[in-house]
């Protein structure tokens, strides 16, 4: 089974602080991706990446960044954490965007700035 | 635009009756279609999915779904609603993205089943 494992499931940050979310997956999948879920709103595309070091904007990409230096793991940035990005965030990898294969997620990781 | 709508954001329904979860979508190209599940403080998971070939899918814990390209549409379906069914499900389409293909997802049903 696949498995997307991130790092943490509960995040408390104060304003400002720099904040890494972290996830892994162990199937050698070429696609990776961030989505942030809100109530209402369903998953919104911060980020994704179809390979090592490549990095695509998704629909909400502002205040975020992402780092993929190995294909197993894909790094989330918030550079400088405000209230407005308290949410759960997902990640999912898909084994390659040519192949008509599902996405696997992570459990999320629910993110407070206080 | 809203790639894929999913129609009602709550759906409740009675232990033992039918389920039925709407999603239409919009996509220029033949789409590839998904329904997942997340139930409370999880990921989500794979119910079903449609590429191509038979337009009826079956998927997992009695679920399925068929695919109507004349109504753009997508829906769910189980014939008896169980109560570990309650949890929130996610319609989604692959869709086109300056050549990246991309999982887009609908806003979300919530499925309340009452005893």
């Known amino acids: 089974d696949v498995k997307v494992t991130q790092s943490s499931r509960y995040l408390v940050k104060r304003t400002g602080e720099k904040v890494f979310l972290e996830c892994v997956q162990d199937?050698?999948?070429?696609?990776m991706f961030w989505y942030r879920q809100d109530p209402g709103l369903g998953l919104r595309l911060i980020y994704f990446?179809?390979?090592?070091?490549?990095?695509e904007k998704g629909d909400i990409p502002e205040g975020y960044s992402v780092s993929r230096e190995k294909k197993e793991r894909f790094s989330l940035i918030l550079e400088s954490a405000s209230t407005n990005q308290t949410s759960m965030y997902l990640c999912?990898?898909?084994?390659?965007?040519?192949?008509?294969?599902?996405?696997?997620f992570g459990q999320g990781t629910r993110l407070t700035v206080v | 635009a809203q790639s894929v709508t999913q129609l009602g954001s709550h759906v409740s329904v009675s232990e033992g009756a039918l389920v039925l979860l709407r999603c239409n979508y919009s996509?220029?190209?033949?789409?590839?279609l998904f329904w997942y599940v997340q139930y409370p403080n999880q990921g989500l998971q794979l119910l079903l999915k449609?590429?191509?070939?038979?337009?009826l899918v079956k998927g997992i814990n009695g679920f399925e779904a068929e695919f109507k390209k004349s109504e753009t549409s997508f829906h769910l379906t189980k014939p008896s609603a169980h109560m570990s069914d309650a949890a929130e499900y996610f319609c989604?389409?692959?869709?086109?993205?300056?050549?990246?293909?991309?999982?887009?997802f609908g806003r979300g049903t919530s499925l309340i089943v009452h005893p």
């Open positions: 999912a990898s898909r084994e390659r965007q040519d192949m008509n294969t599902e996405a696997f």
């Open positions: 199937m050698d999948h070429e696609n």
């Open positions: 990446s179809y390979d090592v070091k490549m990095k």
């Open positions: 996509s220029s190209v033949p789409p590839y």
């Open positions: 449609y590429t191509t070939g038979a337009t």
């Open positions: 989604a389409v692959r869709l086109s993205s300056g050549g990246s293909y991309i999982p887009t």
